[in-house]
């Protein structure tokens, strides 16, 4: 089963954290692992490869912390979970050049398989922490509508 860890998938909403916070400066791995519901621990583990891949910036001290590199709409999270995985393969031939597979002559496998990771990796390039945040407020504003606080919130409701 092809599957992305449990470190891709806290690095993803790691980022995401950082990136609702971006440029009101760092933030501290205790609070996005309370944010996000993520293990402190964990996540410890997993800034210094986001830090080397160039996705965050750490900074010492008192007010230090995390905080995003660039901005959100340069950040996709195939970026992200490549940072703490490596490069994620779907089938071993559909690395480089079928590297991995002893049939890579005679098999149907590369013709299928590097096409489906060729869409892995394109869907996940698409998105953005940018668009994850827009669609994330999308949904709360969904959310409150359904309610009906919306229309209490502005005199409008009876």
């Not at 609702?20 to 205790?30: D, E, I, K, N, S």
């Not at 912390?65 to 940072?83: E, F, K």
């Not at 945040?133 to 009876?158: D, F, N, P, S, Y």
Request: net charge neutral.
């Amino acid at each position: 089963m092809f599957k992305v860890s449990s470190k891709g998938r806290y690095a993803v909403k790691a980022v995401y954290e950082l990136a609702l916070h971006a440029g009101r400066g760092p933030l501290t791995v205790g609070s996005i692992a309370h944010a996000q519901n993520i293990p402190e621990q964990y996540l410890e583990q997993l800034m210094p490869s986001l830090k080397r891949a160039g996705i965050v910036h750490g900074m010492r001290g008192a007010q230090g912390g995390y905080q995003l590199a660039g901005r959100p709409d340069q950040v996709s999270v195939r970026d992200v979970v490549q940072a703490v995985e490596g490069r994620i393969v779907v089938a071993d031939c559909a690395g480089v050049e079928g590297s991995g597979c002893a049939e890579t002559n005679w098999c149907i496998g590369p013709d299928v398989w590097v096409r489906v990771q060729e869409a892995v990796d394109e869907a996940m390039s698409q998105i953005t922490m940018e668009q994850l945040l827009r669609e994330q407020r999308l949904v709360a504003r969904q959310k409150i509508e359904g309610l009906g606080l919306a229309k209490t919130a502005t005199g409008e409701g009876g």
